[in-house]
């Protein structure tokens, strides 16, 4: 499974989130969703904005998601964040969409992510109603992020937001020298090295 269509198991975040690679499923976790109902409209988006310009004043947001991902969570929790304990999910970073533009994702596939990692992986470690703490993991570096919480009992939504501070800490120089020498005249030479995630999960009800 690698795309939002069809799913095995989860994690979130994270990050973003944000926002990590996935252990075999145990006979307690997720494996597969046949109920066509849960393929088509239980839904997991992966977001990210990173930001240019040298001015801190003056710096803009570029959004983008990542489409192709794999995650695992405990089935037999009974609500959504003791399903989240503990989950994994792996972004597969060949999958980065930014914004539906095919300029600016044909950038970052070919002076980015080649020269940074080709996935991401991250695990819950734990989560409340305020807060979760998360495991980002790439190039075999990791650092624990706390992203936001929002849970919307009522519509089966549950969103986290946050950010990792320096994606040079993970080793990222090299990505973003490339990225800079061929596209550095539309951001002034300047790519900031924190990137805010976000993690959405809708009609999650469709896993109990």
Same mark, same amino acid.
């Given at each position: 499974m690698t795309t939002t269509n069809y799913f095995k198991g989860f994690s979130t975040l994270l990050l973003a989130i944000l926002l990590l690679s996935t252990s075999s499923c145990t006979h307690d976790r997720i494996e597969e969703f046949s109920d066509i109902e849960v393929e088509q409209n239980l839904k997991v988006s992966l977001e990210w904005t990173a930001f240019k310009f040298p001015?801190? @004043? +003056?710096?803009?947001?570029?959004s983008g998601s990542f489409d192709s991902f794999e995650y695992s969570l405990t089935r037999s929790a009974s609500n959504?964040? +003791?399903?989240?304990? +503990?989950? @994994?999910?792996?972004?597969?970073?060949?999958?980065?969409?930014?914004?539906?533009d095919d300029t600016k994702t044909s950038n970052v596939g070919k002076?980015?992510?080649p020269y940074f990692t080709p996935q991401i992986d991250c695990k819950?470690?734990?989560?409340?109603?305020?807060?979760? @703490? =998360?495991?980002?993991?790439i190039n075999e570096i990791t650092?624990?992020? =706390?992203?936001?919480?929002?849970?919307? @009992?009522?519509?089966s939504m549950l969103k986290l937001s946050g950010s990792i501070e320096d994606l040079r800490t993970f080793g990222a120089q090299t990505a973003f020298a490339k990225l800079n020498e061929?596209?550095?005249?539309?951001?002034?030479?300047?790519v900031w090295p924190d990137v805010a995630i976000n993690v959405t999960i809708e009609n999650y009800n469709l896993l109990n």
């Open positions: 001015l801190f @004043e +003056d710096r803009v947001g570029v959504i964040l +003791d399903q989240l304990e +503990d989950s @994994e999910i792996t972004i597969f970073t060949n999958s980065a969409n930014v914004g539906n002076y980015f992510f819950v470690i734990n989560i409340d109603h305020e807060s979760a @703490e =998360i495991a980002i993991s650092q624990h992020v =706390i992203l936001n919480v929002a849970l919307d @009992e009522e519509n061929a596209c550095g005249i539309f951001h002034d030479g300047f």
